[in-house]
Structures are given as structure tokens and as C-alpha cells.
């Protein structure tokens, strides 16, 4: 993902007619070696979304296994979507920057983000809370 989002992003600027690293700059020794060192970094909410992910839609979280394939799902795209846009706003800000330092700092910037996919995990787990909610209200009615 961290690699998508900043080709996507590298790509965005460039058609908005703004300054950004040049392609040959990520093919340089020294630069790949620091991507490398970022890219653990930056990927490391992505593999625990997906270790969450799947223990959420298996159903191994005992008090997530009442609920339906769908709001499973609802708590996990929550959370992608979210961190997805929160990345995207952070290699924004990499890319008008143009110092390779900011690479030393993946972690600092990591949680610039993190807090992102946090923010939607709540809004997944709120929704599939509500449509839990109105299932049982639903199904439990005297009529």
C-alpha cells in the first residue's frame, strides 16, 4: 500500500503541474536503502490492519462473532478507507517537501496516520454497532 499511495501521489502532483522528486531520484543506492528502512515503517499499519482483518471476518474476536459477514467487513473497510486517506495526506506532505531526510523519520511520520486507521476502526466498529442494534430490535419485535 505505502508503495501505491506514493506513486499515486507522485502522479497526482505531477499532472497539478507541481514540483516533486524526480522518477531516477527512488533508483539511487543510497535512496533505495532509506526506502527500504521507510517502507517497514510505513507498511506496518497495513500488516496488522491485515492480522486484524482476519481475525475480525474469521470471527476469532469472541464478542465480533455475533455479528454478520457484513458489519465484520464494515470495521475493517472503517478502518482501510480511513488510514488509506491519512496516508495519502502524509505522502503529500513528503513529497512537497523534497528532503530525502524525511525518509530517516518514517516512524515519527508513521503515526501521523496510524491515528488515521484508529479513527476508522471506532467509525467501522460504531456502524456495525448500530446495524447489530437494529438487527436485534428487528428480530426481537412482538408483532
Do not use: H, N
Request: proline share 6%.
Amino acid at each position: 500500500m505505502p508503495w501505491a499511495i506514493g506513486i499515486g501521489v507522485k502522479l497526482y502532483l505531477q499532472s497539478q503541474g507541481k514540483p516533486t522528486w524526480e522518477w531516477s531520484y527512488f533508483f539511487e543506492p543510497e535512496t533505495i536503502a532509506l526506502e527500504l528502512w521507510a517502507t517497514a515503517w510505513f507498511a506496518a499499519p497495513y500488516l496488522v490492519l491485515g492480522v486484524l482483518a482476519l481475525c475480525i471476518i474469521v470471527g476469532w474476536i469472541p464478542l465480533l462473532d455475533r455479528l454478520t459477514d457484513w458489519e465484520r467487513r464494515v470495521i475493517v473497510l472503517g478502518s482501510l478507507v480511513w488510514g488509506t486517506v491519512g496516508s495519502v495526506r502524509v505522502f503529500l506532505g513528503m513529497f512537497r517537501s523534497f528532503d530525502p531526510v524525511v525518509f530517516l523519520f518514517a516512524p515519527v511520520i508513521l503515526v501521523q496516520y496510524l491515528d488515521d486507521m484508529a479513527i476508522g476502526l471506532a467509525g467501522g466498529i460504531v456502524i456495525a454497532a448500530l446495524s447489530f442494534a437494529v438487527r436485534r430490535l428487528r428480530t426481537s419485535a412482538p408483532y
